[in-house]
């Protein structure tokens, strides 16, 4: 099972919508989560992280943390055809040595004009 | 200030050949890493320095080295390059205090042939 787990998709939501990605982890002592969004042929870009339990806003992106169910999600506000992008889910994990972040597989999301 | 950044952008190699990938970062961050990107199997850790003067495996080191020459450049080299090294090659780095977020650079992609 891996560790992190992600919806390959594709995600279709219509210009306008709420655009909800969602993130599961097994490691329950994991500390800080990361938001990457991946354009095609380009390298991922952080657009968020949460490390409390709760919700933390930032423009349009809310991330959403929920540690007792080992979950993060990522809520897009009215989504534009420029979301349109892979979004990776990134976990820090609690026994790490090293630094290391766990990445899940991504999400794809298409938003249809 | 340019972020991470990374040569060359393209390569072509033939199976046996080797070669060097070079990474700098002008953030000053302590932490850098190296990742390939393959479809269908995410972002997978090659290497890591913790910091200057450390490196360590992650999870796919088999055919790299790398090399840690000051705080600012980390470089990974392909000895003998093989067709499974086929992959698109991300460094990044960061200041893993308190939150460890990193930053890529743009990458290379490299084809083995």
């Known amino acids: 099972q891996k560790e992190v787990e992600q919806n390959s998709g594709p995600l279709s939501v219509p210009e306008g919508a709420i655009a909800s990605l969602n993130c599961t982890y097994s490691d329950r002592g994991s500390q800080s989560f990361f938001w990457y969004r991946q354009y095609s042929g380009k390298s991922p870009e952080l657009i968020m992280f949460i490390y409390s339990n709760g919700d933390k806003e930032d423009g349009r992106f809310t991330a959403q943390l929920n540690k007792a169910s080992q979950y993060v999600s990522l809520l897009i506000r009215d989504s534009q055809p420029s979301d349109s992008a892979t979004y990776l889910c990134?976990?820090?994990?609690?026994?790490?040595?090293?630094?290391?972040?766990?990445f899940g597989g991504g999400t794809r999301l298409m938003v249809k004009p | 200030n340019a972020g991470v950044t990374q040569t060359p952008k393209f390569q072509v190699l033939k199976t046996g050949q080797s070669m060097t990938l070079q990474c700098a970062q002008d953030?000053?961050?302590?932490?850098m890493y190296w990742y390939r990107q393959d479809p269908g199997m995410g972002l997978r850790l090659i290497y890591y320095s913790a910091s200057e003067g450390t490196t360590d495996k992650g999870e796919v080191p088999n055919g790299y080295n790398v090399s840690r020459l000051n705080k600012r450049e980390f470089s990974l080299r392909l000895e003998s390059a093989a067709p499974s090294q086929t992959s698109v090659y991300f460094c990044?780095?960061?200041?893993?205090?308190?939150?460890?977020?990193?930053?890529f650079g743009p990458g290379t992609r490299l084809t083995v042939l």
């Open positions: 990134a976990v820090n994990p609690f026994n790490n040595a090293g630094n290391m972040l766990t």
């Open positions: 990044a780095s960061s200041e893993t205090i308190p939150h460890n977020e990193q930053f």
């Open positions: 953030m000053n961050h302590n932490s």
